[in-house]
């Protein structure tokens, strides 16, 4: 069984810097990509920012020169440095990676997502 837990989220003035940060863990074969979603009531879930495994990213335009992700091969974390937060960022981050089991094939997992918060 494989899980993704994220950490990070919270409570933020507009202008200010969160990081989320998501770890995979259980019977791991390999990772693909690992990416950043995000989710507010009466919308579509969004993309945020993706991460391949060699490294490869690609943002949402509302992400790029404010956001980064990054990733730890070694520890199975992704991470998101989310910088000059603005109140439209507020949702509900997920987390999501394409991970191949020991048990079965390649699968799209989700965290159960971290809610972020900007206030002006």
């Known amino acids: 069984q494989v899980q993704l837990v994220e950490s ?7 202008g200010g ?10 019977s791991i074969f390999s990772i693909n990509a ?9 919308k579509q879930r ?6 391949t495994s060699p490294g490869r990213t690609n ?5 790029k020169g404010r956001f980064t992700i990054s990733r ?3 520890k199975n974390t992704v991470s998101l440095q989310m ?14 990676s ?6 079965r094939g390649a699968y799209d997992y989700w965290g159960q997502g971290t809610q972020v918060t900007v206030f002006s």
């Open 98 to 103: 394409t991970i191949v089991a020991t048990t």
């Open 34 to 42: 690992m990416g950043w979603y995000r989710q507010t009531p009466g």
């Open 83 to 96: 910088n000059s937060l603005k109140p439209e960022d507020t949702a509900v981050y997920y987390c999501s």
């Open 46 to 51: 969004e993309l945020v920012a993706i991460i």
């Open 72 to 74: 730890d091969k070694a």
């Open 59 to 63: 943002y949402a335009d509302f992400a």
């Open 17 to 26: 810097s969160l990081r989320l940060s998501c770890a995979a863990s259980g």
């Open 8 to 14: 990070g989220g919270g409570l933020v003035q507009a």
